[in-house]
C-alpha cells in the first residue's frame, strides 16, 4: 500500500461528492422522505486519521532511555456501504460494512548519553475491513437534522503480517482484530433526491494491538512500549 497517491484519493473523493451536489435542491420543510420507511440504504464516502496512545514501557525506557512517541499526520479513506433501519422519528440503527485505509507513524527519541545509534521512525500501515453497528439519535427540523452517533465496530487489519519482513526496515508488528467504541455527531441535509449527511466521529481501539515478539535484531522497538492502542478520527459524508 503506497500512500503517495493520497492526493489522487482525495481528488477523487471530492469529484464524486462534486457529482452527487450538482442539480439537488431543497425539498419543502414538511415534506416526507425515504428515511421515514423501516430499511433504507446507501453509501458513505470519508476521510481518516490513525494514530496511537502509547503507553511507553517504564522498566525499558528506565533502563535504556528509549521514548516511543506519535509521528506525523497523514490522512486515509474510507469506503463503506449504510444498511439503516429505523425505529422511530428519533431513533435509528446503523450497519455499515466496508473498508478503510490509513498509516500511522512513531517516532523513537533516545536520551542515553552513551547510545550512538539513530533510531528511524516506524511507519505502520493499515487496511482494515470494518463492520460498525451504531445508534444514531436525531431531530429533524424542517431540511435538517442534527444527531449524535455511537457504538461498536470491529475492524479487521489484512494488512497486519505474521512476521516480520527483511526488506523494510519496520521492527514493530499489529494484532489483526480490534473492536472500537465510536462516538460522534453529524448533520443530515434533506435535498430533492438523496439526504447527504457530514459526520465527525472519534474511535477508540480497546485492546493493545502490538504484537510483543520483538524483532531478533531491534528489539528495544518492541521492547520499549507496554500497550499500543489505536485511536481514529473521521469525517464522513453519506449518502442515502
Not at 446507501?42 to 486519521?49: A, D, H, P, Q
Not at 490513525?50 to 516511543?68: G, V, W
Not at 521492527?171 to 489483526?176: A, H, K, N, T, V
Request: hydrophobic share 40%; aromatic share 16%; net charge neutral.
Amino acid at each position: 500500500m503506497k500512500f503517495s497517491t493520497e492526493k489522487i484519493s482525495i481528488s477523487i473523493l471530492l469529484f464524486l461528492l462534486t457529482i452527487n451536489l450538482a442539480g439537488q435542491k431543497q425539498v419543502s420543510g414538511t415534506a416526507p422522505w425515504e428515511d421515514e420507511k423501516f430499511f433504507n440504504m446507501g453509501y458513505s464516502l470519508g476521510l481518516n486519521v490513525m494514530n496511537f496512545r502509547i503507553n511507553p514501557s517504564d522498566e525499558f525506557t528506565a533502563m535504556d532511555s528509549l521514548y516511543p512517541g506519535k509521528g506525523g499526520v497523514y490522512p486515509g479513506i474510507n469506503i463503506h456501504l449504510i444498511a439503516n433501519f429505523r425505529l422511530n422519528q428519533f431513533f435509528d440503527i446503523r450497519l455499515l460494512p466496508g473498508v478503510s485505509f490509513g498509516q500511522r507513524i512513531i517516532n523513537f527519541d533516545s536520551q542515553s548519553l552513551t547510545d550512538t545509534v539513530t533510531y528511524g521512525p516506524q511507519k505502520l500501515e493499515s487496511s482494515y475491513i470494518e463492520l460498525p453497528l451504531l445508534v444514531k439519535y436525531g431531530w429533524r427540523m424542517q431540511n435538517i437534522k442534527p444527531y449524535i452517533i455511537g457504538g461498536l465496530n470491529y475492524r479487521y487489519d489484512f494488512y497486519a503480517k505474521d512476521r516480520y519482513r527483511l526488506e523494510r526496515p519496520v521492527y514493530l508488528r499489529l494484532e489483526r482484530p480490534d473492536l472500537y467504541f465510536e462516538l460522534g455527531t453529524g448533520m443530515d441535509f434533506y435535498l430533492e433526491h438523496v439526504k447527504i449527511s457530514i459526520e465527525l466521529k472519534m474511535s477508540n481501539g480497546f485492546y493493545d494491538m502490538l504484537v510483543h515478539d520483538p524483532h531478533p535484531d531491534y528489539p528495544q522497538y518492541c521492547n520499549a512500549i507496554e500497550k499500543l492502542k489505536s485511536r481514529i478520527w473521521l469525517l464522513s459524508f453519506h449518502f442515502e
